[in-house]
């Protein structure tokens, strides 16, 4: 809104998607599993498969959780900024709707962390 | 026959306001460009009362007699090896993290008052943050005199200012200096002076003050007794400055206002560090977070508001989140810290039975339920070798810069506090509500946040690898991870093996 300054600012968007050599971020976040103790950040291909995401990059931080390998898939009920939704695996994230710094939040029901504690 | 010799208050007048004059050949707005940008109106400088009417003569004499004594503890204190009369090694994580990430503080409070101390147009004022600039220049000076002992004996003291502008969680006190320095000289000194030095310091400075004598380090003690005469006359400025800018235009409160609300959260969100370093880092900590929090904000802050209400200033906005956060902060930041040490420039170390049974009395509601098991199950799996860092980077707040690690504290403490704007087309993410107003304010700035989790994926930091990373930090291998079987600790063991064996002889 307001630009307090003497001489203005000059025009830097210190995160903008060009930035990235391609990719784009994308935050991750599993509810209910506090372990991990804030959302995962991860520089992904737009053009990345859904699937790819769940297959391969998810499971390099989170499969430190016991809970991770019990996750039935068809039952993760997913949120992208903000949005119930639910993502066609075989298409990218970008045509999943997924873009520059989403955050997807994910929800395993029946598996509430470590002894049911939402760890 | 008049005498000589001057009284104090006309020694006062000629030392300062005489210093000063009124330009002819240059506008007065030439020579004194930056005060007026910010909307503070200004009618009467010479409203202005220094607290403490003091002269740089008298100024001199006081701190060199301050210096003699700091620094002939600081001599004995190593020809003494007092190194070895810590509670324990581990203690030094503490010292770590105020090296790295309050020591730089001081420094660039020193380049924001010297700013000042040539910009602020009333010569009573710019004296007085000349004296403060000198003042913070010495703080910084002799933290790193009085640390450098330790950094003879254990690792991780290095090179604090390298690390400070690069290492992933010292962006959250550099954000906060650099959001203060890059403001107007109003809004820093309001920032510096008042929210941080007045209304929150001695969240700071008591705890780890008596936390460093709780813990048989006399250095850091006298450090602190030194620099202790210099906050008190810091904080009576930033009182000062807000009841002048008050009393000179009722156009100015909204504004004072609204720098109140900024920087209180900005700075009470950087304590969450000091909190995380009083409840785990100390050895034996003399007082809780949340103590320190009840007595130092919600009884001395309430009273002072409750002052300044005749103004019209009213308390912080989301102060009342603040007082609720007080019961978690600690545990949810040493969580983040314990799951990423081994990318931190100190060691981590799991609480012992002994410190558990004592978060658990001082935090009732909170630690058994949320916090305990976490630190249980790391225990159980170090134990059992099966214990792993966290793999990936944090997510972190656009503006305080802080790992999303804070909860919803007031509805649900397990659920992470998620809030996003939009700005030109991109998502910014933030913390807390207080943060997202912040930004909201003047997206333009914030915008340019150097987040470091971002940085290392557009490849600025060193390479796309942790140790490549940690190079490009300055850390070595032996500043970070488990403070069990580190040098450090190798090193503690050995000392007071020999000492027993000693006792016994």
């Known amino acids: 809104m307001a630009v307090i300054a003497k001489d203005g600012y000059i025009d830097l968007v210190r ?35 859904f699937q790819a995401l769940v297959s391969d990059v998810m499971p390099s931080v989170f499969n430190y959780h016991p809970d991770f390998r019990k996750i039935d898939w068809s039952t993760v009920q997913w949120v992208v900024d903000g949005v119930k939704f639910e993502p066609d695996m075989g298409k990218s994230l970008k045509d999943n709707g997924v873009g520059h710094k989403s955050l997807i939040r994910f929800k395993t029901p029946g598996l509430n962390g470590i002894n049911g504690t939402r760890l | 026959m008049p005498s000589k010799k001057l009284n104090l208050r006309k020694r006062y007048e000629l030392l300062t306001r005489g210093m000063g004059w009124e330009t002819t050949h240059q506008k007065m707005d030439d020579v004194f460009p930056y ?53 324990d090694a ?120 008596s936390g460093a004598a709780y813990n048989g380090d006399m250095a850091t003690v006298t450090f602190g007794f030194s620099a202790q005469s210099d906050e008190s006359r ?56 949340k103590e320190a929090w009840d007595v130092y904000f919600v009884e001395n802050g309430g009273a002072l508001f409750e002052d300044l209400s005749r103004y019209g200033l009213r308390m912080p906005k989301y102060h009342e989140l603040a007082t609720a956060e007080a019961d978690h902060i600690s545990h949810q930041v040493w969580s983040v810290f314990c799951s990423l040490g081994n990318a931190t420039g100190f060691h981590t170390f799991l609480p012992t039975e002994e410190k558990m049974a004592w978060l658990s009395e001082k935090y009732p509601d909170t630690f058994d339920k949320y916090y305990r098991p976490r630190f249980e199950y790391w225990a159980k799996q170090q134990a059992e070798g099966t214990f792993e860092f966290q793999k990936g980077l944090p997510q972190l707040c656009q503006v305080c810069q802080v790992p999303m690690v804070f909860t919803e504290v007031q509805t649900d403490p397990m659920q992470i506090s998620y809030r996003v704007t939009e700005h030109g087309g991109d998502k910014y993410h933030f913390c807390s509500d207080g943060c997202k107003d912040i930004f909201e304010y003047e997206p333009e700035k914030y915008v340019q946040a150097w987040l470091p989790v971002h940085q290392i994926y557009q490849g600025n930091c060193g390479g796309a690898t942790i140790p490549e990373v940690l190079e490009w930090y300055k850390f070595s291998p032996d500043d970070t991870g488990d403070y069990i079987g580190s040098r450090d600790h190798a090193r503690w063991q050995e000392w007071k093996g020999t000492d027993a064996m000693v006792k016994q002889a």
């Open chain 2, 234 to 289: 810091h904080m009576t400025l930033g009182l000062e400055i807000i009841k002048f800018m008050l009393e000179q235009h009722e156009d100015n409160l909204p504004i004072v206002q609204r720098w109140m609300d900024k920087h209180f959260w900005r700075a009470y969100r950087l304590l969450a560090l000091v909190a995380t370093m009083q409840d785990y880092m100390l050895t034996n900590s003399p007082m809780s977070w």
């Open chain 2, 35 to 87: 005060d007026t940008f910010e909307g503070i109106k200004i009618t009467d400088w010479d409203k202005w009362e220094d607290p403490f009417r003091l002269t740089m003569d008298a100024y001199w004499k006081f701190q060199a007699e301050k210096e003699r004594k700091l620094y002939a503890v600081i001599d004995s204190f190593a020809q003494n090896n007092g190194q070895t009369n810590l509670a």
């Open chain 2, 90 to 209: 581990s203690y030094l994580s503490a010292i770590k993290l105020f090296i790295t990430g309050v020591t730089p503080i001081e420094y660039a409070a020193h380049r924001g008052f010297a700013h000042l101390g040539r910009h602020f147009r009333g010569d009573g004022a710019r004296i007085a943050c000349q004296m403060q600039a000198i003042d913070e220049l010495r703080h910084q000076q002799t933290q790193v005199h009085t640390i450098s002992h330790y950094n003879k004996h254990f690792d991780g003291l290095h090179d604090p200012f390298h690390q400070f502008d690069r290492v992933w969680y010292l962006s959250v006190p550099k954000a906060f200096s650099e959001d203060a320095l890059s403001a107007g000289p109003f809004e820093f000194i309001t920032s510096i002076s008042f929210a941080f030095e007045y209304v929150l310091t001695n969240l700071l400075f008591v705890p780890f003050m």
């Open chain 1, 15 to 49: 995160d903008r998607v060009e930035n990235f050599h391609g990719n784009q971020l994308v935050y991750v976040g599993w509810d209910d599993h506090l372990l991990f103790s804030a959302a995962q950040a991860f520089p992904l291909p737009p053009e990345m498969p």
